[in-house]
């Protein structure tokens, strides 16, 4: 497949400047970016009329569970503690693999009519998620997700496998949290990742009692703990540090660890607020999250960007307290990078085609003052017209080119009985 | 003008049942609600098959400034009194009829696409912005706007002659604040509300300095002084109402006065978190307002509904803090009966048909576990389908009836170089 995208605007995110011109796709690569050319030589397989719209990398979801879609406004009155406890595990138990197919199809839906072009997933069923993923044509990069009710039997195969499995999914070390892992399975983990020096990924200091707790069992913070574990000799890095201590920031930054920010599930959940000024303060590295549908409850990467924007201001009584274009960055290039899809990072010729279009003739994206805060401040899945990943269109205009919505729309509302 | 909704599911809003069946329209008016009924004896100007989406009353924005919009993304940088003094004041004094006529338009093409059918909107150059209402069909509360820098001289005659002017359009007393009002224009309008036996809406203890510059001024908390004054011995509210004390709620609800909740703009500004929560403890009246395009940044009702429902979770360490429901409320009949708009509250026979149409078949709506809580958790403007107000279709996929977007987008894009 080759497409030919002109008469667009082109943010690279390689900085924040954005150039008039055209850009060509060459089957899952960029081929061209540059001003407007004469094409007249060549063939493709589509010229999309970009009519003035803004083309920029995918948005990439640096933490999520996406087949959590199963939960979506079914258990909204608990804090994270009973809400795993009472709502969500018992639940689970019951998922079965084609309950994580169906309702993994449902969140990649989502996620491409909002411009999410990959996921980082930490879920279960993972053989039956791989084939909804290519099936779609979705980009997934599984996270593990281990701990003491099961998952570490299964690790090691997942991530031999699904490194294996297709150009579209790939698979990063992880486990749940400490608070569902004990010390044992903690050092297993730190073994897989210096057997194969491979970088971890888990839930960290989401809530107050998650590190009152860990600290109740070993004295030390998560971060800490699982520093002194080794756990992070080969990098990765955690989803939520709402809580992070200084000392933890101090061990992330200098490992060059990823902190990946859910803002809305840590809201919904009554877990904290992120100060997310302090981890731009101090240079760390930063991607962002929707977290599941069940704790969020949308999936929106627009939403998080604007609250993790926001959200520093009434602390630190300062309205520019986090920068617009850095939160930008994390939820494209930032995101790339935690995932290890260092090809899907920035658009440049030879880069991954993960693409889309934003609709500059929405209301909210106008006037056009400044257009990287136009979309930060008053973006949402509205404003999305096209998704293209690996070189392949799979949502214009509201429709999906490889999901039946119809479809999918009507086995997750049968499904969803099983787990009411 | 008379339409057939059918095959559609229909939440009224007199409570949080949905009904299946038809809504019609008839001129501007709701002539049936039910099941499905034999229509073969009518003729309609349109039949218009719902596929099973959701008929809801449409969204009231509480509080805005429309023509803002040339604001967007314009400053960013600064913390409500800077944002006033520094960036915002002047440019308004720049500002022409011609500049309100056209941004306000935009900002009309914003709110019909996102299912916003009223707006209570306090700002300049009045008349011309009545003229931009009416061409678009769009039903406009205007608020007065005065204070020492002007508006005074003006309020009276806007109080006779919008409301006298086009069924769409109204007009409520109203002026800007304690800090930019003196006490002599205070008691002027206080004046004006007992002349007329007429509500007052003013912004009110949006910041903590705010506050404190009233109390060092008057001794008391700008609710108490206009209290005082007489300012709502008819009724009335105020915007904002983050720093309330305990005796302002009191007040509020003792007179039966108006709180509207402006979420997005107190967190960009960096102002503050209103404990919604406890408003509704107190069974007071709420709405929720938008605030302008130039400290929100969006003008989505959504993202405040959201904000209303999960802002107050981490304060009161419970997810339950806030009923989705309740705020669905606010944002919809709270509204309309803050604005005057009786008719405008709910759905049912023989009231104004200011409708939206809900796109079930958006993956963020799926799956149906609790519609209510999808649509306040999980909605954006993009599951705006269609919007109807006066009994006609203003907005439906994408495309606007009575506005033409390209020529606003254009006139706006050279109208704004005027305010750089």
Same mark, same amino acid.
């Given at each position: 497949m080759s497409v030919r995208f002109y008469n667009c605007r082109i943010l690279t995110m390689t900085d924040n400047s954005i150039i008039e011109g055209e850009l060509w796709t060459e089957n899952d690569r960029i081929s061209y970016i540059g001003p407007k050319k004469d094409a007249s030589d060549k063939t493709f397989d589509r010229e999309f009329d970009c009519k003035g719209s803004l083309l920029m990398p995918g948005l990439k979801n640096a933490h999520t569970h996406s087949a959590m879609t199963f939960s979506r406004s079914l258990a909204d009155e608990y804090c994270l503690n009973d809400w795993l406890h009472k709502a969500i595990f018992p639940r689970e138990a019951k998922l079965t693999p084609e309950h994580v197919y169906w309702f993994a199809k449902l969140a990649y839906a989502d996620y491409l009519s909002g411009g999410i072009t990959s996921c980082f997933d930490m879920y279960f069923h993972k053989d039956e998620n791989a084939k909804a993923a290519v099936e779609t044509g979705f980009r997934h990069v599984f996270c593990g997700a281990a701990n003491d009710y099961g998952g570490f039997e299964d690790l090691e195969r997942y991530f031999v496998e699904l490194n294996d499995y297709d150009p579209l999914v790939s698979f990063i070390y992880g486990f749940h949290a400490e608070y569902t892992t004990c010390e044992d399975n903690l050092k297993l983990m730190s073994e897989l990742a210096h057997k194969y020096k491979a970088p971890v990924f888990t839930h960290i200091s989401e809530t107050a009692e998650e590190v009152e707790g860990c600290k109740e069992r070993y004295g030390v913070t998560p971060a800490v703990l699982f520093d002194k574990l080794g756990i992070f000799d080969f990098g990765g890095g955690g989803f939520h540090c709402v809580w992070f201590t200084d000392e933890d920031r101090e061990i992330f930054k200098n490992r060059g660890l990823w902190s990946v920010f859910n803002a809305c599930s840590n809201l919904k959940l009554a877990s904290g607020i992120t100060p997310v000024y302090k981890f731009i303060e101090n240079d760390m590295k930063i991607a962002i999250g929707t977290d599941g549908a069940g704790s969020n409850n949308a999936l929106s990467m627009f939403r998080e960007m604007y609250l993790d924007t926001v959200l520093s201001n009434v602390e630190t009584k300062n309205a520019a307290a986090v920068d617009p274009y850095v939160i930008l960055k994390a939820a494209t290039s930032g995101g790339a990078m935690c995932m290890g899809l260092n090809d899907s990072d920035v658009l440049d010729v030879g880069k991954k085609a993960d693409i889309i279009l934003i609709d500059m003739n929405k209301p909210s994206m106008q006037p056009e003052n400044n257009i990287v805060r136009n979309l930060v401040y008053s973006g949402d899945n509205s404003i999305v017209k096209m998704t293209m990943i690996d070189g392949k269109i799979l949502y214009e205009d509201g429709k999906? *080119? *490889?999901?039946d919505l119809d479809e999918v729309i009507c086995e997750c509302n049968k499904l969803r009985k099983d787990l009411a």
């Open positions: 999906f *080119t *490889t999901i």
